[in-house]
């Protein structure tokens, strides 16, 4: 940003809507909330520097290591030569290049389905689908943890939002219920919850869904290349994939690049081109990410070893922390969550590691309901065992130092 001019902002150079904001984020900083950034200056795999400091990172979502893959990139190189870096264009208008088709017929043929349409993020994709399939007069029924971007798109949407309380599927009956009058009823939940990671029960979704008329979409963003023998995600692993109308996922956690897709019909897929804006209105992701994320999918579906070691290794982690009498708070999979409940405790906890040369990331409110804050442990197919049991010693001393108390309320 151009400095202000002299005489624009008050006192200190400041502009007048800095004022405000300031009380706004002291706020936030009283509350204990505050965030800012870090850059990461090298990395090599869970590997980073940060501020010339080597640290070991259990924060990412890049479950399968394939963010910095040698396949991924060389992907991504030979894209940049062929059609160089930028698509130049929307979607609809020019920007969809060979690479973006291949990756749609990739994804389609990778989950079983008719088609796939890719959006730029996840995020972008949560937003276009559910407010283009749901508007004034229709009900969007989420889980009360699902992702911001689900609450998000319902928001956008237009429809009336009904929150059941997490995986409860009584509530949620009663909500179908509730709802009875609506034009659509759509049912979202994320499949495999990022901060709890436990997975929906998404059988009885199912179920309940085609007993009341109701659509379901899975937003498989963290389950996608982990879960499921063939690595399709949540639904795959229960067997219910027919039952899902539209199956979400992204390219930037397991998959190691960016971006997002459904899954579904080839008459959804129509509807998404006509009707997603976030679709429509934005430049097409560059097509070397789509090409990245070509190679990753081979990866995911010529090695079904490295998510069975992976799943292996976290629950290595999840069964060292049970022996020491943490609270992994059910979780099942490759996030690992350990409960604190106060706030101040798990920013303590991830300082106490920080200083230890491991990073692993204090979870909060807003992310996170009062008295549910924790550390989330990502573990990834890059680490190894050696690496799960430093962190599983550090946890232990931190432990038996009372770090990790779980009193209060923040
Ligand atoms: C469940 C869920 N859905 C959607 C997203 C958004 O995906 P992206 O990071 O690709 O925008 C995320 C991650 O941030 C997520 O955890």
């Not at 940003?1 to 800095?18: F, L, Y």
């Not at 993020?121 to 943890?145: C, F, H, K, S, W």
């Not at 063939?230 to 960016?258: F, H, N, Q």
Request: hydrophobic fraction near 45%.
């Amino acid at each position: 940003m151009r400095r202000p001019m002299e005489g624009a902002g008050g006192r200190d150079g400041m502009r007048p809507m800095d004022g405000d904001l300031l009380r706004d984020l002291d706020e936030i900083r009283a509350r204990g909330l505050h965030r800012s950034l870090r850059v990461v200056e090298r990395r090599d795999g869970p590997r980073l520097v940060i501020g010339g400091r080597a640290l070991l990172s259990f924060c990412s979502n890049d479950y399968l290591g394939l963010a910095d893959h040698p396949a991924t990139s060389a992907a991504a190189r030979e894209a940049v030569e062929r059609f160089g870096w930028g698509s130049g264009a929307s979607r609809l208008v020019s920007g969809t290049m060979r690479p973006h088709a291949a990756l749609e017929e990739a994804l389609a043929s990778f989950k079983g389905t008719e088609a796939a349409v890719l959006f730029p993020t996840g995020y972008m994709t949560n937003l276009g689908v559910i407010a283009a399939l749901a508007g004034p007069g229709d009900e969007v029924i989420a889980d009360r943890l699902d992702h911001a971007s689900i609450i998000d798109g319902c928001r956008l949407s237009g429809a009336r939002l009904r929150v059941y309380p997490h995986g409860d599927v009584e509530r949620l009956e009663r909500v179908l219920a509730a709802a009875r009058g609506a034009r659509r009823r759509l049912i979202v939940t994320d499949t495999l919850f990022s901060m709890d990671g436990d997975l929906a029960p998404l059988r009885e979704i199912v179920a309940l869904a085609r007993r009341h008329g109701a659509w379901v979409m899975a937003d498989e963003a963290h389950a996608t290349g982990v879960l499921g023998a063939a690595g399709r995600g949540g639904a795959e692993l229960l067997g219910v994939e027919d039952g899902i109308d539209v199956s979400m996922g992204t390219l930037s956690k397991a998959l190691g690049g960016s971006g997002g897709f459904v899954a579904g019909s080839a008459v959804l897929a129509d509807y998404l081109r006509n009707r997603a804006r976030p679709l429509i209105y934005t430049t097409a992701p560059p097509p070397a990410s789509c090409a990245a994320a070509l190679a990753a999918i081979g990866i995911v579906r010529r090695e079904p070893g490295t998510r069975a070691a992976l799943l292996g290794m976290a629950d290595r982690l999840r069964r060292a922390l049970g022996a020491i009498g943490l609270d992994t708070m059910g979780s099942g999979f490759q996030i690992v969550p350990v409960r604190t409940g106060d706030a101040g405790a798990a920013v303590r906890a991830s300082a106490e590691l920080l200083r230890r040369g491991i990073l692993v990331p204090a979870i909060r409110p807003p992310t996170v309901p009062r008295g549910e804050s924790r550390l989330r442990i990502s573990v990834t197919a890059a680490h190894t065992d050696a690496d799960v049991d430093l962190l599983a010693g550090a946890l232990a001393e931190l432990a038996a130092a009372g770090v990790l108390g779980r009193e209060g309320g923040g």
